[in-house]
């Protein structure tokens, strides 16, 4: 049976799939990431009420993608997966100014578009956290440089993205998540520990949008070519419940 009210931390949570998964959820995954500018009024119009854009410069919001690799879900509760995340910086502060959420961390990612590689994955992002999960084809191409990710879903191909790998260094860091779970802003803590990599203001970060639906959403946020960093993460994310934003 999926879950039928919000989970908090220290539930032992059953999803429909008949898989079981303790909150906060330890992972271990390898990611590539980067924030891109883009345009602001498009954004905007994709973030739920109680959200507002990030501007990573005076005219232009960012959006962030995300190429991951997960190795072990919690107590290996389920096979490891590929996911392809298109978020989009946010806060609930109208008035921030460009840029200071994200140095600051005040700024979460609302979670836009979510394919993952199996239906147990879709449904822990779904109904513990109402994360937009759908699944999809994903392959990730790996090499000394950079990870190429290819996202197809219905058959359609969403998106190919190329991001470089950045030197790292260990480190841990915290942030949080935002996702829409009936009806209700929730916001998700999420931790890391491990490899830490991040270079600013990358040219190395491409975006090819296909020929899917939201193929032609990327393509409305007229996403730059430039990013305003890139960065990649290799370790422990955790993921703690989902709290209602008042």
Known sequence: MAVTRRPVDGDRVRLSTGHEVTLPLVTEATMTGAVLPADADAVASLLPTGLHPVSVTPRRAGVVVLCVEYRRIGDDAMEPYDEFAVAFPATTDRAAPPLLPLLTRAAGGYVWSLPVTSEPARALGDEVWGFPKTVADITHRDDATRRETTVVEDGDRVATVAIDWPR??????????YAVRDGRLLRIPVGFRGQLGVAPLSARVAVDPGDHDRADALR??????????????DGELTYGAGRPVE
Do not use: E, K, Q, Y
């Open 220 to 233: 409305s946020l007229d996403i730059g070519s430039r990013a305003v960093l890139s960065f990649s993460l």
């Open 168 to 177: 790292s260094l260990p480190a841990a860091a915290t942030t949080h998540s």
